[in-house]
Nanobody
């Protein structure tokens, strides 16, 4: 049974930083891309960042480029999202997700490319 557990969310003032972590208890972890998504109240879930199974490929939404950085540690089955220069519009529930085992990198930029999700961690940025 796959399980993804996020941590590191919280409340911060605009301009501050947070580091989200996700621990994945999942077989074939190293064959899966990993991603971070977010969903604000009344809005659809959107992709924030994703990373290929080996870590060499990274994708960022335009809204977070230059501010967020995704990384993974395949020895520890973890993925991280470093968030800097946070803005009030970054306020949302953030979800970690595991891509389909053996799936192509092109699928990892959209929700449809993922088949396991964490419960989410709340990020609140005040102005």
């Amino acid at each position: 049974q796959a399980q993804l557990v996020e941590s590191g969310g919280g409340s911060v003032q605009a301009g501050g930083s947070l580091r989200l972590s996700c621990e994945a208890s999942i077989s074939t972890y190293t064959r899966r891309c990993m991603g971070w998504f977010r969903q604000a109240p009344g809005k659809e879930r959107e992709g924030v960042a994703s990373i290929s199974n080996g870590g060499g490929g990274r994708y960022y939404a335009d809204s977070v480029k230059g501010r967020f950085a995704i990384s993974r540690d395949n020895a520890k089955n973890t993925v991280h999202l470093q968030m800097n220069s946070l803005k009030p519009e970054d306020t949302a529930m953030y979800y970690c997700a595991a891509g389909k085992s053996g799936g192509s990198w092109s699928l990892c930029q959209g929700v449809e490319g993922y088949d396991y999700w964490g419960q989410g961690t709340q990020v609140t940025v005040s102005s």
